[in-house]
């Protein structure tokens, strides 16, 4: 036997065993950090999965199928002028109200299509860092100012960050655009509007399905909620004409799916997980039998599911034993943050866009943690800070990045939204102090 060889298997198993070995089993913390770790895997999986992934899996499978690679370079591809790609991924990011793992299915979608590096990043960051709704709410509950520069700051980021990501690996874009010069013009089977109309539907089922209840109950957003399923029920409804009128799938089909959810609807009052997740399975029954567009958009959406869904929630298994959930404790105490984030300092600057970064922060979540961080000390800057960083990035969605365009320039992405976070903290620390 060659022992050279062994030395890697050896240090691993050796590693395993310490730790195995030497597991603080039965000390409060620890044993709670694994707790929190669980709970806050099933409340992902409870608000989010059903709710947010899997729309996303379906929309990505179909940007995948029924939108054209052609179409998508045309846009946002290497060769693409500059203002039309950064402006299209910005406001494309921007209307879609997810966290920055429901947008990880669509930033795969467009990627693989033939986006170029930068627009698809700044399209990857805006996509939870420029959302309306939660740079109102910031504005409301933490001050206009503060509201006004994450806004800022967000659209700033999001072009920025993508061309550093271009420029960065300029070579390499370089080689795409060239390769994307000599294809031809895309053959489409339906009209655009049409295939607007299709992606229009989808994104506002998406979008109306995971409407915030707002801090008031009076107003327009109070409004939308309070009818935020009969807006979902109108644009299922929607989709499906749709799917029969252009896209050839049975009356019956579409009757065996909707029969369930009914159903579910009626018996099941005040659980609308339970229709709502039908409606995607059947959906999902329907299309996986055919062969043709409807069967590669179902084949593409469970192809995404297949390499994200296991990664993320693996992440948020890790977060939760680190962090905890909201207001619970995991194996890093909560108090350390408080005091680490305090005053106008480049380490507190850095440290909230580090942990801002690791944290896993659900839609709108972020400005009630923010707010009782405040109300702990933290300073303006730190806040600008982890507001600019946190929505953005997570542990779960730093998985899924690395599996999609792979190590070095996930980290080289990391390191730009916290670099730039941590600047901008220190520059409104400094003016708003």
């Known amino acids: 036997m060659n022992w050279k060889d062994q030395w890697k298997p050896l240090a691993i198993i050796t590693a395993v065993f310490l730790v195995a070995f030497y597991l603080p089993v039965g000390l409060p913390r620890f044993d709670n950090s694994i707790m929190e770790a669980f709970h806050l895997v099933k409340w992902y999986a409870r608000e989010h999965v059903v709710l947010c992934l899997l729309p996303a899996f379906l929309i990505a499978g179909a940007i995948a199928v029924f939108v054209k690679k052609e179409s998508v370079m045309k846009y946002l591809g290497a060769r693409a002028p500059k203002p039309l790609a950064y402006g299209v991924a910005s406001v494309s990011g921007s209307i879609l109200a997810v966290c920055s793992c429901t947008v990880l299915p669509l930033f795969a979608g467009i990627y693989r299509m033939g986006a170029g590096l930068g627009p698809a990043t700044a399209f990857l960051y805006s996509g939870p860092a420029i959302n309306v709704l939660a740079i109102i709410l910031t504005a409301r509950v933490l001050g206009p100012e503060l509201g006004i520069a994450r806004a800022v700051g967000a659209v700033a980021f999001s072009v920025v960050i993508g061309l550093l990501m271009h420029l960065m690996f300029r070579k390499e874009e370089l080689e795409k655009a060239d390769v994307q010069?000599?294809?031809?013009?895309?053959?489409?089977?339906?009209?655009?509007?049409?295939?607007?109309?299709?992606?229009?539907?989808?994104?506002?089922?998406?979008?109306?399905?995971?409407w915030g209840r707002p801090a008031e109950g009076t107003g327009a957003w109070a409004a939308i909620y309070s009818s935020k399923w009969?807006?979902?029920?109108?644009?299922?409804?929607?989709?499906?004409?749709?799917?029969?009128?252009?896209?050839?799938?049975?009356?019956?089909?579409?009757?065996?799916?909707?029969?369930?959810?009914?159903?579910?609807?009626?018996?099941?009052?005040?659980?609308?997980?339970?229709?709502?997740?039908?409606?995607?399975?059947?959906l999902g029954v329907v299309t996986s039998t055919r062969?043709?567009?409807?069967?590669?958009?179902?084949?593409?959406?469970?192809g995404f599911a297949k390499q994200i869904l296991p990664l993320l929630l693996l992440g948020v298994l890790v977060a939760g034993a680190l962090l905890g959930r909201p207001g619970q404790e995991g194996m890093i105490p909560s108090i350390w943050v408080a005091r680490a984030v305090g005053g106008n300092s480049i380490w507190s600057n850095l440290f909230a866009s580090v942990a801002g970064a690791f944290m896993y922060f659900a839609t709108l979540t972020e400005v009630p943690i923010l707010q009782g961080l405040i109300g702990s000390g933290m300073g303006k800057g730190p806040a600008l800070a982890l507001l600019l960083a946190g929505p953005a990035l997570s542990l779960p969605n730093m998985l899924v990045i690395r599996s999609i365009m792979g190590?070095?320039?996930?980290?080289?992405?990391?390191?730009?939204?916290?670099?730039?976070?941590?600047?901008?903290g220190m520059l409104y620390g400094a003016f708003a102090g």
Request: neutral net charge; charged residues 10%; hydrophobic residues 65%.
């Open 181 to 210: 010069a000599g294809m031809p013009e895309p053959v489409v089977a339906r009209p655009l509007w049409q295939n607007g109309v299709y992606f229009a539907l989808m994104v506002g089922i998406l979008v109306f399905a995971n």
């Open 230 to 282: 009969i807006v979902t029920s109108i644009l299922a409804l929607g989709l499906g004409a749709v799917l029969a009128a252009w896209f050839g799938l049975k009356v019956s089909r579409l009757v065996f799916v909707a029969a369930p959810v009914v159903v579910l609807a009626l018996v099941a009052r005040g659980q609308p997980l339970l229709p709502f997740a039908a409606g995607i399975v059947g």
């Open 291 to 302: 062969d043709d567009e409807l069967g590669e958009w179902f084949e593409s959406s469970w």
């Open 407 to 424: 190590t070095r320039k996930t980290l080289v992405f990391v390191a730009l939204v916290v670099l730039m976070a941590t600047i901008s």
